[in-house]
């Protein structure tokens, strides 16, 4: 089976950077997925990993290591905007995304 | 705006009633996926229909059925309402069926069972 774990809440303040850790346990997986979510909003798409390392979109970069069974997000230069849940999915194979519990994080002033 | 679009953006209704959930999902986009999301709970996967045909089944109660069209909308019908089925269903669609895809989530049915 797959256990996805991630903190629960983070607080940063603005233009300061944050990362936000993924911990799973999973048999093997094609890649790993980021997706923003505001409350009560749909969840959007960030990033996929497939690879080990970092890939980098503009403010917001994310990075798998399958070894290790951890994936981060990392968010810089963070604004007010930037405060949401941050939910990651990893998609096993032959089966369908696990989300895991999302982190709600909150950006202060 | 991701493509996929859900109605309607509200539903009330009363225990024991059945109510009907309608998804389309974005254009050339033959996956659709249902999810169910509870207050301070994660998402939930259900059902997911690739081109007409079931394609894989998640944690969705018997009292819960789907269906995709020739039209590839998708329809979530939810029957003998319980208190604890109020929540948000969100429809997601992507292009192929499997786990690699990125699925495009629509806005969202907020569902209150009174």
């Known amino acids: 089976g797959q256990n996805i774990d991630q903190p629960t809440e983070m607080t940063a303040t603005e233009g300061a950077i944050v990362q936000i850790n993924c911990t799973y346990q999973?048999?093997?997986?094609?890649?790993l997925f980021w997706y923003q979510q505001h409350a009560g909003e749909a969840p959007t798409f960030l990033s996929y990993?497939?690879?080990?390392g970092l890939e980098e979109k503009g403010r917001f970069s994310s990075f798998l290591s399958r070894s290790k069974g951890y994936s981060y997000l990392l968010l810089k230069e963070l604004q007010m905007k930037d405060s949401a849940s941050y939910l990651c999915?990893?998609?096993?194979?032959?089966?369908?995304?696990?989300f895991g519990p999302g982190t709600r994080l909150s950006v202060l002033p | 705006d991701s493509g996929v679009t859900q109605t309607p953006k509200h539903l009330i209704t009363a225990t024991g009633q059945r109510v009907t959930l309608r998804c389309s999902p974005r254009?050339?986009?033959?996956?659709v996926y249902w999810y169910q999301q509870s207050l301070d709970q994660g998402l939930q996967f259900l059902i997911q229909?690739?081109?007409?045909?079931?394609?894989a089944k998640g944690n969705i109660l018997e009292r819960f059925s789907a269906q995709q069209f020739p039209d590839l909308h998708s329809e979530l019908n939810l029957s003998s309402l319980e208190l604890g089925d109020s929540a948000l269903y969100f429809c997601?669609?992507?292009?192929?069926?499997?786990?690699?895809?990125?699925?495009?989530f629509g806005p969202g049915t907020r569902l209150t069972v009174l």
């Open positions: 999973t048999s093997g997986f094609n890649g």
């Open positions: 999915a990893v998609a096993p194979y032959g089966q369908n995304f696990v």
């Open positions: 990993n497939v690879l080990d």
């Open positions: 229909y690739y081109n007409g045909e079931e394609r």
């Open positions: 997601a669609s992507s292009s192929g069926a499997t786990s690699t895809d990125t699925q495009y």
């Open positions: 254009s050339g986009d033959l996956s």
